[in-house]
């Protein structure tokens, strides 16, 4: 059985080429030519079976045959806020396997005691957008750019919002039995390395955070950041 071929298209359905990244891959790795078939992921929960009609250079142009709508598999927005890592490689492990497992958005924080303040996001994107098309996910996770913690806490104030720590002299609950109790919404902040500073802690449960921890483990940031997406994604079966 011939293995299908999955292409990111924004806007598939109102469009007839695909990007020039995706053509170059489809056209000069693959070789596609014209009446081959491929199937198109526009990241808002829609496949399109298609053809490709022409094929040249840098293009590579198609037909819509079929058009395939997704179920979700998880019912709430999940959404993980999470202070970046020193070595970039580790936080790019960490969305590729996010996407993999399923989640909706990632938001990168500037954090006291952050080790990087400086992200680009566009490589981030392209490590989504690879992973959804790998696992066959329908939606793209939304990447967002770096914001400081005060302002992002004061910007996210609905929703099941929850501040993982560990800090002992704040009382924490686990995160994982605080997700099972509703299927709605949820967001999680993960600090750095050197965790969150007690005061950011404070501040966000002033704002309504719920105070958490991830289990026992002392667990890296990356580490800590997909066990959230894991516990969020776990709730919601």
């Not at 022409?54 to 058009?67: D, L, R």
């Not at 919002?161 to 605080?178: D, G, K, M, P, W």
Request: proline share 3%.
């Amino acid at each position: 059985m011939k293995e299908e071929r999955y292409f990111y298209v924004p806007q598939a359905a109102a469009l007839s080429e695909l990007p020039e990244e995706e053509a170059s891959h489809a056209v000069r790795v693959l070789r596609l030519k014209e009446g081959d078939e491929l199937m198109l992921m526009d990241g808002e929960g829609m496949f399109f079976r298609a053809v490709v009609s022409m094929a040249s250079g840098k293009h590579c142009f198609y037909t819509i045959e079929e058009t395939l709508p997704q179920e979700r598999s998880w019912p709430a927005h999940l959404h993980l806020a999470i202070a970046p890592t020193k070595m970039m490689e580790r936080m790019e492990w960490l969305a590729e396997k996010a996407t993999e497992i399923g989640f909706d958005e990632l938001s990168l924080l500037n954090c006291r005691f952050s080790e990087r303040r400086v992200v680009k996001t566009p490589r981030l994107e392209k490590i989504v957008i690879s992973a959804m098309k790998q696992s066959r996910k329908a939606w793209k996770p939304v990447v967002n750019e770096m914001q400081d913690f005060k302002t992002f806490i004061a910007h996210h104030t609905a929703g099941r919002r929850y501040i993982a720590h560990c800090y002992e002299e704040v009382e924490r609950r686990s995160l994982y039995e605080e997700l099972k109790k509703d299927c709605t919404d949820a967001l999680v902040l993960v600090g750095p390395e050197g965790d969150f500073s007690i005061e950011e802690v404070r501040m966000a449960v002033d704002a309504g955070f719920v105070s958490v921890d991830l289990g026992k483990s002392r667990l890296r940031t990356e580490t800590a950041g997909l066990a959230a997406v894991m516990m969020m994604q776990l709730s919601q079966q």
